[in-house]
């Protein structure tokens, strides 16, 4: 993999006017006004940990793909191997943060293709935020991503399910779990366990889930920051340590990565 030379800014270095004050800086406040503050997750400046970043990362856009037209599958090479995965989204997550998305897989022919079955390459776990759709983010398309979206990626049993239906049963060779800056969840997670106050029933069964993922070393918005990262790679060993996905991963037939989104460049980051 390739290093970002990207300093370690974190959200813990994130500029905010008063309006937008981190949840960890704010005034104590009730259960449901600290809930939306949270979950907010205002716009911010700065990004995340300096991590590794794609494979393709490096590789210069050229000119002629500015303006495509939507690919067909026909035209494409499908991803067959998790290093092929993993370079395919590298490239369209460069395609998408210096806005030469292609719009793959969209026309007529491949629609009624689908009809008959699919054949995802990569499966992405990521969170419910809507500033973060894997289809936009990687510039795929119909039949590309089979995405799972839950608050934090907290795995439930459906969750976890629905990322063993896509390994197991379609013979998916990626699984990504995909945090991203500036995580809502994350931040009520944290703002509760500082706080001691109760979120309501569903959610905070969702902040019970990150709470150990919380990184207490670091404070404020730097907390907030390493357990968005943290969070990510307890799902993944969650995943990883599953008895089925392990077998598969012994085998080589799946690799399964943790990566954060940073909202600021649009760039996903590989986390080790």
Known sequence: MNSDATSNRGDGA???????????????????????????GSA?????????????DAEPVSSKTRATPSLSAATRTRPSTPEEALTELSKGNRRWRTFHQR??????????????????????????DSRVPPELVFDQ?????????????????????????????????LVMVLGHQSCGAVKAAVAADQTGEELPSHIQYIADEIAPAIDHSVDGDARIAATIDANVRLVRSKLTADSDIA???????????GARYDLTTQRVHLLK
């Open 44 to 56: 911010v400046l700065g990004g995340g940990l300096a991590i590794g970043a794609f494979p393709a």
């Open 103 to 128: 719009h793959p897989d969209e026309d007529a022919a491949l629609r009624k293709a689908l009809t008959t079955g699919q054949e995802p390459f990569a499966l992405i776990l990521g969170c419910i």
């Open 14 to 40: 994130e500029a905010t006017d008063s309006a937008d004050a981190p949840i960890s800086h704010a005034k104590t406040r009730g259960r449901r006004s600290l809930l939306r503050a949270a979950l907010a």
């Open 141 to 173: 398309g119909l039949g590309d991503l089979m995405t799972v979206r839950s608050a934090g990626e907290v795995l439930d049993e459906s969750v976890f399910g629905s990322v063993k239906y896509g390994v197991l049963e379609l013979d998916i060779p």
């Open 247 to 257: 077998a598969k991963l012994k085998a080589d037939e799946v690799a399964v990565v």
